[in-house]
């Protein structure tokens, strides 16, 4: 992110942001509800349209135009913590399938991927389940089961550990581990404790909207003495 501004009607979520996200990571987004930290997310796929500044990825500038956009989106997976929204397919099987048909995946491999995800996120028993009957926490899961099936380079979680039980989470947050063996960037939004100290690398969007990056001390003793400063009498 180059000097990125983003406007919505008048509303100012994003001034004039730089920031670089290495490959190989898991990086924490944090900051206060309404710091823009979903906004980044939509951003890097070209959900949303910057207002101002550049954007790179691979070190290829974001272009808004449907190939290019379609290059970016093939790479990455998305999940959101509405996942309503992005869920596409009447069952669990249709949705999954989807995104392997959207990046014209070999439907050989795609036959492997589905055996090989259903029995990583056990959706064995959910699989031909219509996604209107699902749980809040099994839509969480299919969402992330469909934005990892595809084999991305980049994957983006916004919230999406917050509608699991502890056993579920530390599962899929193991999974999510697992992808960073192969090189792969995760960037989450999180306000989980566990997931910020696990994290590679921190970005803390502040209450003025500036950018601090550090590991997860450092970050939270930035924190602390700020809400010290702020408690002071």
Do not use: C
């Amino acid at each position: 992110f180059q000097g990125v501004t983003k406007d919505y009607d008048g509303h100012l979520a994003l001034n004039h942001l730089n920031l670089t996200i290495k490959d190989g990571q898991i990086v924490g987004l944090i900051g206060h509800n309404g710091a823009g930290k979903s906004t980044i997310l939509k951003l890097i796929v070209g959900i949303e349209k910057i207002s101002g500044g550049k954007i790179f990825i691979d070190n290829e500038e974001l272009v808004y135009k449907r190939d290019e956009l379609y290059k970016i989106r093939k790479k990455t997976g998305i999940v959101f913590q509405e996942s309503n929204e992005y869920i596409i397919g009447e069952t669990v099987a249709e949705s999954l399938i989807f995104g392997m048909e959207n990046n014209r995946i070999p439907l050989e491999k795609m036959k492997e991927n589905m055996d090989k995800y259903i029995k990583l996120f056990q959706l064995e028993n959910i699989i031909d389940k219509k996604t209107v009957n699902l749980s809040g926490g099994e839509k969480q899961k299919v969402a992330l089961a469909g934005a990892v099936i595809t084999g991305p380079e980049i994957i983006l979680l916004d919230e999406v550990t917050e509608m699991w039980d502890k056993a579920t989470k530390d599962k899929m947050n193991g999974i999510i581990e697992e992808f960073l063996k192969d090189g792969k960037t995760v960037v989450s939004v999180t306000h989980n404790p566990e997931e910020i100290k696990r994290s590679d690398n921190i970005v803390f969007i502040t209450e003025e909207g500036k950018i601090v990056t550090g590991k997860s001390e450092e970050i939270n003793k930035i924190i602390e003495k700020k809400r010290k400063y702020r408690n002071k009498p």
